[in-house]
């Protein structure tokens, strides 16, 4: 994120044409917890789908997209073929003829 946490510069959206500044909201009761009602612009800006991951950095609550789990790695194994598996080692089994 280019505009950092607390920062008052506009955000910008190159998908849609949105120049969304900085929005304050309130808390709003959902059964036992709080929830935030986002902007659609902010949430189209996001890339928010469906599901978010919540954390908490340097005292802010940041909402982001969710990742998906072992995005990446087809891609990386690929890139990186050899060197993947280790050879195989002899073992004392190997020396035995195995009997069943």
Known sequence: ?????????ALTCTARRYNVPPVKARLVNMGNS???????P?????????EVELRVH?????I???????????????ANSEGLI???LPTR????EWQW
């Not at 950092?4 to 510069?9: K, W, Y």
């Not at 340097?58 to 940041?62: N, S």
């Open 42 to 50: 902010l949430i189209e800006q996001a890339g928010i789908v469906d």
């Open 58 to 62: 340097d005292g802010a609550i940041v």
């Open 34 to 40: 709080r929830g935030v009602r986002i902007p659609k």
């Open 93 to 96: 089994f190997d020396e035995v």
């Open 1 to 9: 994120m280019s505009a950092g946490l607390g920062s008052t510069r």
């Open 64 to 78: 982001a997209a969710a990742r998906v789990p072992r995005a990446g790695w087809a891609e990386a194994a690929a």
């Open 86 to 88: 280790d050879p195989e």
